[in-house]
Nanobody, 127 residues
Framework: QVQLVESGGGLVQAGGSLRLSCTTSGRTFNAYALAWFRQAPEKEREFVAGISRSGTRSYYSDAVEGRFTVSRDNAKNTVYLQMNSLKPEDTAVYYC????????????????????WGQGTQVTVSS
């Protein structure tokens, strides 16, 4: 497992933007496929966005497609989530997750696909 630390959360008005970051001190960062999940109060944790080890493939939930962008800088051991056109329903704790498992026929997007998690960062979008 790898230790992940998220940052960049905060309070923003609807229509605004935030960029989340997730870093690790490990030396094998590019061995991990990464993802962002979020959990709103009294709701299940849900997948938001994922990115491959090389960063060449990214994928999103329908709820954020076209508004959020996931990227990674393997030289800096950091994955980002750029969130634009934020809505009140985007309010949640956002978590970074990592996995070394390779999925041949699908992309990892379920909670159980990931073995390492950060502590989360709060994002609050006011209307």
């Amino acid at each position: 497992q790898v230790q992940l630390v998220e940052s960049g959360g905060g309070l923003v008005q609807a229509g605004g933007s935030l960029r989340l970051s997730c870093t690790t001190s490990g030396r094998t960062f590019n061995a991990y496929a990464l993802a962002w999940f979020r959990q709103a109060p009294e709701k299940e944790r849900e997948f938001v966005a994922g990115i491959s080890r090389s960063g060449t493939r990214s994928y999103y939930s329908d709820a954020v497609e076209g508004r959020f962008t996931v990227s990674r800088d393997n030289a800096k051991n950091t994955v980002y989530l750029q969130m634009n056109s934020l809505k009140p329903e985007d309010t949640a704790v956002y978590y970074c997750a990592a996995t070394t498992t390779t999925y041949r026929y699908r992309v990892p997007a379920a909670r159980t696909d990931f073995g390492s998690w950060g502590q989360g960062t709060q994002v609050t979008v006011s209307s």
